[in-house]
């Protein structure tokens, strides 16, 4: 890596999803209202929380802070995906590419350890809910999301520090939609072995240690329930279920990438848009369904920003005419 054969790869290219038109036609629909639909749903949940005083409590932030991620990663991918679906030649410049990488990692490192988060937090409601507030204090919380943050960060600067000086002589086509390193590092002219399994290590630890944490944890807050009270047990499935397919849902595409890097490339490519599009879409939707509270507050805040266009709309018309 002493600069000699350096990368002459300048960009990248995609093969993107179809080449049939109507697919693509299916697809575009398909992916643009889900698209605006997370948007929406992740926004009106973080601003119902912020909003509402009643949903100033541990759980409700962690959420919101949940819903903050979806934003990030429903849009790290999916708005060049869009836009590319009918483009000829779907190209991303090499540095397009690595900030693809650097924020897939970042975000989803964060999400990982959010996630580890909101199972602490139900832990501690369910099974020392006298303790709940002194446990879950302001600063717990914030040092909670500065973890996340942060590993992310470490997590996601580590993996590029390994790919960003490797060499890149072709040939660059991607055969997918967005950049991020199974594909990526295959392309690279050295094929130094270890260093694709130090990546994919990385990654693969990353994904599947969380995944056993948040399930030991789930099991943990489902035996101590059981022990004290079976009518216990069924109120803390139901406020469980939420998390449990959440996680699901988000840690199978990953721990299917990492795990079974050469898998074949269109399973991988239909589980990678569910990450994409689908999760950050399904994820405020899966937490307010069973949650009285928060249907309410959605539904106030829904008709106060109603109100306040019908508000403004008075005054503007007062105004002009
Ligand atoms: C994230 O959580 C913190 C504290 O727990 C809260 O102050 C902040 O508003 C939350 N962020 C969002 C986007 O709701």
Known sequence: MDGTNHSVVSEFV??????????????????????VASLMGNSLLMLTVNSDPHLHSPMYFLLANLSFIDLG???VA??????????????????????????IHVIGGAE??????MAFDRYVAICKPLHYLTIMSPQICISFLLSAWTIGLIHSVVQL?????????GPNVLDSFYCDLPRFIKLDCTDIYWLEFMVMANSGFISVGSFFILIISYIVIIVTVQKHSSAGLSKALSSLLAHITVVVLFFGPFIFFYAWPSSSTHVDKFLAIFDAVLTPF??????????????????RACRQLVSY????????RLFYF
């Open 112 to 117: 990982m350890v959010l996630l580890i988060a």
């Open 161 to 169: 520090a390994f790919v960003v000086n490797l060499p890149f002589c």
């Open 78 to 103: 999916s708005p060049k995906m869009i836009y590319d679906l009918f483009r000829k030649r779907k190209v991303i410049s090499f540095s397009g590419c690595i900030a693809q990488i650097f924020f």
């Open 309 to 316: 266009r019908k508000i403004s709309e008075i005054v503007s």
């Open 73 to 75: 990663v429903s849009s």
């Open 14 to 35: 995609f093969l993107g999803l179809s080449n049939s038109w109507e697919k693509k036609l299916v697809l575009f629909v398909f992916f643009s209202m889900f698209y």
């Open 282 to 299: 399904l994820n405020p939707i899966l937490y307010t369904l069973r949650n009285q509270e928060m249907k309410v507050a959605m539904w």
